[in-house]
């Protein structure tokens, strides 16, 4: 059993900032990628930044700049910082982990959050 936990959503005015955490917890080998979603309501869920076990990152074109996203691998831990937060960021954020369970094993499963309400005000 694999069990995601986020937090740090809010409401913030235009311009400010946020750090969204994600701790992954349970039968865990190894963490191989920490990802943030986000859905708009009526939209699709879109990818907002991934990044690898060895920190390899990439962003959603709308957010290069403005978010940053890292990892601790010795806490099982991503964190999405969100500077300079605009009223189109509004969504709920989702974290997303695909986590391998065993060191022998070539598996990788797939992994929810239970979703973070980002609010941005005008």
């Known amino acids: 059993q694999v069990r995601l936990v986020e937090s740090g959503g809010g409401l913030v005015q235009a311009g400010g900032s946020l750090r969204l955490s994600c701790a992954v917890s349970?039968?865990?080998?190894?963490?191989?990628?920490v990802g943030w979603y986000r859905q708009a309501p009526g939209k699709q869920r879109e990818l907002v930044a991934a990044i690898t076990h060895g920190g390899s990152t990439n962003y959603a074109d709308s957010v290069k700049g403005r978010f940053t996203i890292s990892r601790d691998n010795a806490k099982n831990t991503g964190y999405l910082q969100m500077n300079s937060l605009k009223p189109e960021d509004t969504a709920v954020y989702y974290c997303?982990?695909?986590?391998?369970?065993?060191?022998?094993?070539?598996?990788?499963?797939?992994?929810w959050g239970q979703g973070t309400q980002v609010t941005v005000s005008s």
């Open positions: 349970g039968y865990i080998f190894r963490v191989n990628v």
């Open positions: 997303n982990a695909k986590v391998q369970t065993h060191p022998l094993l070539d598996n990788e499963y797939n992994y």
